[in-house]
C-alpha cells in the first residue's frame, strides 16, 4: 500500500492537521462504537495532544468511547518527566470521559511485569480470540535512526511475531528500560500516522520512502490496513 504524505509549514501547523484528521475519524467511529488510538510521546505526539484539547470541534467526539494507549513507554517512576505520558496527562484530562491505558511503572512491578500486564490489559480489550484491539490510528513518531516505539535499528526486537508487547532493555536511547508494542500489533492498525518533525529527521523520512530493511529502518516496517500517512514539516520533509 502507498504511503500518503501530507507536508505543514511548521511543527505547530502540522500538529494542527494531524489533531483536525483524528477527530475526522473519531467522530463517526464513537457515534457507533468504541475506538481505540495508540499514542506517541515526543515533542509533536504532546503537541497533537494539545491542540486536541483545544479543538473546536472536539464535542463532535463521544471522548467517553476513546481508549487511548501508548506504543511504548519508558520503565521509570510513574511521575517521571522521561515518561511519554507525563506532558499528557492534562491534555488528556480535557477529552471527559476518555479512557487512558497506561503502562506500569517502577512502582508497580518488574519489567518483564510490567509488559506482561500490558499485554494483558490489550487482550482484555481485544474483540474474542484476538490478542489486541484493531487501532483504529497508531500515532508514531520517527527518531532521527528510523526508530518507532521502542523498536531500533539492528535489535531483535523489530522481528518479533509472537508478542504483543516486548520488555526492552539496554535501550540504544535513555532510559535504558522501556515497555513497547510490537510490529504485528502496530501493523494491526486501521491506519498508521507519522508524525515527523525537523531536518534531523529528513534521512530517517528517506529511508522510510526507499523502504529501507527492517534493521535499517523500523519506521520503514509500519503499515495500517486501511493507509499509512507520513505527516511532516517542510524540515522532515527535506523541502
Known amino acids: 500500500m502507498a504511503r500518503e504524505e501530507v507536508t505543514a509549514a511548521s511543527k505547530n501547523e502540522l500538529a494542527a492537521v494531524a489533531a483536525s484528521r483524528l477527530i475526522d475519524v473519531l467522530a463517526p467511529a464513537t457515534a457507533e462504537r468504541d475506538a481505540h488510538v495508540s499514542l506517541t510521546g515526543g ?79 490489550l487482550a482484555g480489550a481485544a474483540p474474542e480470540g484476538a490478542a489486541a484491539p484493531a487501532f483504529d490510528v497508531v500515532f508514531l513518531g520517527v527518531g532521527p535512526d528510523a526508530h518507532i516505539a521502542s523498536l531500533f535499528p539492528g535489535r ?48 530517517a523520512v528517506t529511508k522510510i520512502r526507499a523502504n529501507a530493511a527492517p534493521q535499517d529502518a523500523p519506521a520503514a516496517q509500519a503499515e495500517g490496513s486501511i493507509e499509512t500517512v507520513l505527516f511532516l514539516d517542510e524540515a522532515a520533509a527535506g523541502l
Open 156 to 203: 531483535d526486537e523489530i522481528l518479533a511475531t509472537e508478542a504483543t508487547v516486548l520488555p526492552i532493555r539496554n535501550s540504544p536511547k535513555p532510559p535504558p528500560e522501556r515497555v513497547t508494542f510490537t510490529l504485528p500489533i502496530i501493523n494491526g492498525a486501521l491506519r498508521v500516522w507519522m508524525v515527523v518533525a525537523g531536518a534531523d529527521k529528513a534521512e
Open 43 to 121: 515533542s509533536m505526539g504532546s503537541a497533537v495532544l494539545e491542540v486536541l484539547a483545544a479543538h473546536d470541534r472536539r464535542g463532535a467526539v463521544d471522548w467517553s468511547r476513546v481508549h487511548f494507549w501508548y506504543s511504548d513507554e519508558r520503565f521509570t517512576e510513574r511521575e517521571s518527566a522521561e515518561r511519554n505520558i507525563t506532558p499528557a496527562r492534562e491534555p488528556l484530562a480535557q477529552l471527559a470521559g476518555a479512557v487512558v491505558h497506561e503502562p506500569w511503572s517502577i512502582e508497580d512491578g518488574s519489567l518483564d511485569d510490567a509488559a506482561a500486564a500490558y499485554a494483558a490489559e
